[in-house]
């Protein structure tokens, strides 16, 4: 049941940020009424969450994922080619804060692991231009390669 009130939640708030966006202009046009409408809702039920008036945590999830994605998407289409040398990083660091944000864990184990990654792929990308590491770091950019 509660499926249905979320669907018509995102419906009713992306009918909303269109109407909205219409009297914004220029800048209305950089909103996505889809990443943001979806955002809303899952931000409004994680909220709901904390106060015990929601408790599907596996929806609130899945609509976290989709937002999470959306930002790796934007990130990605909004960077120079060299800088997606970063995607794996930045996607588990995505993950991370969104898990984070579920279960409130302890995860300074998991937090290092990915300062450990940010600063092997930084290494990386400074080296970029390596005879010995172009091939590999080349391979590394080129992983997500629209076929």
């Known amino acids: ?66 937002t999470i994605l959306g930002l790796f998407y934007t990130w990605e289409r909004n960077v120079k080619k060299q800088a997606t040398i970063f995607r794996l990083p930045l996607l588990l660091t995505l993950v991370l804060i969104g898990y984070y944000l579920l279960t409130f864990e302890n995860l300074i184990k998991e937090a290092v692991l990915l300062a450990i990654l940010w600063v092997l792929f930084g290494i990386f990308y400074l080296y970029r231009n390596n005879r010995n590491l172009k091939g590999f770091i080349d391979k590394i950019v080129e992983c997500c390669k629209k076929w």
């Open 1 to 66: 049941m509660a499926i249905e009130y979320v669907l018509y939640g995102v419906i009713g708030l992306f009918v909303l940020i269109l109407i909205v966006k219409a009297f914004l202009g220029k800048i209305g046009r950089k909103i996505c009424a889809i990443c943001l409408s979806f955002s809303l809702t899952w931000i409004f039920l994680l909220v709901m969450y904390y106060f015990d008036r929601f408790e599907n945590l596996s929806l609130i999830g899945l609509m976290m994922g989709l």
